[in-house]
């Protein structure tokens, strides 16, 4: 463990929204001394306005292009930082400690590294936007905002799930979503590949949402449960009543706090 604790906190978001989702937690972790960096992935370093407009950045995005950016920008501190991702981002937390990057991580709610097969019910309902069209593979593919409800904001007061929806809501990248889909098929590693036997990867905890239809609870732990290395730290904690977007639902401080805690006291 490094001799001194961590004083930056790197906050990876997922799809469907931008690092705007983090802006209370960039606000909130500031307040308490930290530095705190919530980069963009590639092309997406504009307003959630203009990405809406031209989804071009969205169409080509990649994973490894996503990983390159996010390693470069953690290879630039001065000491390992806290990884904290959302969703997607927590599939890009786990593969930055995989490669060695990151003094612990916090998975949120986090969609499934490659290996993970299990697929409940809600998540098919949630991710039928995206996949019931295999064209999408190609294209940028927005919500509707009765999808939105459902996929994130489930447990939301209706004024609030709204409010997040023109907040936060982007198109996603069809080729990234259909290929982590798909990579349990293809044979060899795909992009979301982590090798769970690694004994040097740092502490990792997977925070899971209740009633989460996108990434449910059982999603974060078979994934959690994929890990094998002998003495490799891998929790995994369950926030009830919480929904996918639990960054920015009501509460969003309790989940905040519980992770920084966990994070500081395992690096």
Known sequence: MPATKPDTIVLIHGFWVTPRSWEHWVEYYK???FR????????????????????????????????SSLEKLIEGLDTEPILIGHSAGGVFTQILL??????????????????VKIIPLSQIRASFPMLRNPANRHKAVGL??????????????????????????????????????????????????V????????????????????????????NANHYKAPGTITEQVTFPGRSHLMPAQNGWEEVADHALTWALDHS
């Open 98 to 115: 995989d490669h060695g990057y990151g003094a612990c991580g916090v998975a949120i709610n986090s969609a499934p590294t490659e290996g």
């Open 31 to 33: 307040a308490k001394g």
């Open 144 to 193: 509707t905002y009765d999808q939105w409800h459902y996929t994130f904001t489930n447990t939301f007061p209706e004024d609030q799930a709204r409010a997040t929806y023109e907040r936060y809501h982007i198109p996603a990248s069809g080729h990234v979503f259909w290929g982590s889909a798909l990579a349990n098929i293809h044979p060899g590693q795909d992009d979301t590949y």
């Open 36 to 67: 705190v960096l919530a980069p963009a992935y590639p092309g997406f370093e504009v307003e959630v306005e203009a990405l809406s407009a031209d989804p071009t950045p969205i169409e080509r995005l990649e994973v490894p292009a996503i990983i």
């Open 195 to 222: 090798n769970y036997r690694n004994p040097d990867r740092k502490p990792l905890l997977f925070v899971s949402g209740e009633n989460d239809h996108l990434m449910p609870p059982k999603v974060q732990i078979s």
